[in-house]
DNA sequence: CGAGTCTTTGAAATGGCTCAACTAAGGTGG
DNA sequence: CCACCTTAGTTGAGCCATTTCAAAGACTCG
């Protein structure tokens, strides 16, 4: 925003399209987070790509769709759920896209290990909340045995069921810890 | 959700299309605040629709990319703005969207009105708060003389400039109207 | 080894939610 | 046509989760 709040609106994982086709500029700014290789294609030159193949225009109406679909997940996330309900979806979430990717899999499929591709700041913009409230969610869930923390960035998800609980609700959870 | 939260995550006017093409069923529900007309199209007449006129589908893409726009927009706004930066973002869509259509401007193109479409509680799951913090932002916008109230879900924009200025942040007017 | 950045932790301040009561507006049936 | 009931909106007060502010570790990199 114009006074300097920032909103993470979206994360990119290899393969992911970005850019706003049909349009001048796109209204979000895109930032690496690690080291990254882009494919770029000219505008005008993609877009007559696009008219040309409709299948590829296909393709990316079936990405944009999916997006769209992702999008407003995360909107029902930023609207109605707690702090520690947003970290839990956030840590399912790279556990899910994960996966999908096959990045982490390869070691143990038993002991799930995601790790935060971005700073707690970045985490914290994503999911409408602060960095501080971010580290203390963290801290309590490696206090209560569902995940272990391994290095400040990396996480094994000791335990998955009940990550996936205090992502839906945590007040039953609440009670067993107390 | 599962628990019972809701979020509402757009808002529809007339001529716009939703559904979810190339899936079984939409991941989110839809629900009519008003009378409507619906033009509706059988799911697999509507695809092959698409395949075999690729300028259909170039429109549809067009339309989503948009609504992407708008979702993450929203996502913004539900991440970090401040109630009352949310209700007067939210007089301000209405008010763009409305003339937009052209449903409000023949009567007086110099004392904006805008109506909220749906109850105040909707109004509140759109921007995740509740219904009672809508209230209390907009009496308070009515009392600042930004709005004026015309019958509770009417509004005539006042002075819309403090309203644009009041969706963006608030700390100046609160000095000013203390 | 020091400078800078990121994360964690604590304590205090606060915005918005919850709960509850009150008012206004329909809608219904006697 | 008027009591009655129901639903929607407003208003107030107290409370609590999260933010803010501040400061102390941990890590990184010249």
Redesign the interface.
């Given at each position: 925003?114009?006074?300097g709040?920032?909103?993470v609106?979206?994360l990119l994982f290899p393969s992911d399209f970005f850019g706003?086709?049909?349009?001048e500029q796109s209204?979000?700014s895109f930032e690496a987070a690690t080291d990254v290789e882009i494919c770029v294609f000219e505008r005008q030159a993609f877009q007559s790509l696009?008219?040309r193949f409709?299948e590829v225009?296909?393709e990316?109406?079936?990405q944009?769709?999916t997006?769209?679909?992702a999008?407003?997940?995360?909107?029902?996330l930023?609207?109605?759920q707690s702090a520690r309900e947003k970290v839990a979806s956030f840590l399912l979430m790279l556990l899910r896209r994960s996966t999908l990717i096959g990045c982490e899999k390869a070691g143990k499929p038993d002991a799930p290990i995601v790790t935060f591709p971005v700073s707690r700041r970045d985490v914290a913009?994503y999911?409408?909340t602060t960095p501080e409230t971010v580290s203390r969610q963290v801290q309590w869930m490696s206090r209560n045995n569902i995940i272990k923390i391994i290095d400040g960035q990396t996480f094994e998800i000791t335990n998955p069921q009940k990550l996936a609980l205090t992502a839906?609700?945590e007040e039953w959870l609440d009670q067993l810890s107390a």
């Open positions: 925003m114009e006074d709040r920032q909103q609106v979206g706003r086709p049909f349009e209204p979000f696009l008219e409709p225009e296909h990316l109406l079936v944009v769709l997006e769209l679909d999008a407003r997940e995360w909107m029902v930023l609207g109605c913009l999911l409408g839906a609700r």
